[in-house]
Nanobody, 124 residues
Framework: QVQLVESGGGLVHAGGSLRLSCAAS????????MGWFRQAPGKEREFVSA???????YYTDSVKGRFTISRDNAKNTVYLQMNTLKPEDTAVYYC??????????????????WGQGTQVTVSS
């Protein structure tokens, strides 16, 4: 069983920055692939970024160059640094763990554990 707890969301003006954190339980965090997804009102949950157990990283096109995913295995934590935020980044952001090495980082169905989400609101 893996528990994920996100933090770091909030309200920020366009052009600002936030850093999301996701603290995970479990002794084998370093072996998990981790992802960040987001869901805006009335929309489906969508992929934002992922980092594999070997530190390969992936991003959706709309955040490339603005967001950076990283992990600290000693702290069982994955981060999402978000810079140059835009109003269209407004959503609930979810952290997720893929403990079965699906290799399909972009899909919701690939992840078997999810956090409760943290709200990010970017005002124009």
């Amino acid at each position: 069983q893996v528990q994920l707890v996100e933090s770091g969301g909030g309200l920020v003006h366009a052009g600002g920055s936030l850093r999301l954190s996701c603290a995970a339980s479990g002794r084998t965090f370093s072996s998990y692939d981790m992802g960040w997804f987001r869901q805006a009102p009335g929309k489906e949950r969508e992929f934002v970024s992922a980092i594999t157990w070997s530190n390969s990283t992936y991003y959706t096109d709309s955040v490339k160059g603005r967001f950076t995913i990283s992990r600290d295995n000693a702290k069982n934590t994955v981060y999402l640094q978000m810079n140059t935020l835009k109003p269209e980044d407004t959503a609930v952001y979810y952290c997720a763990a893929d403990t079965y090495y699906s290799g399909s980082y972009y899909y919701v169905r690939s992840y078997d554990y999810w956090g409760q989400g943290t709200q990010v609101t970017v005002s124009s």
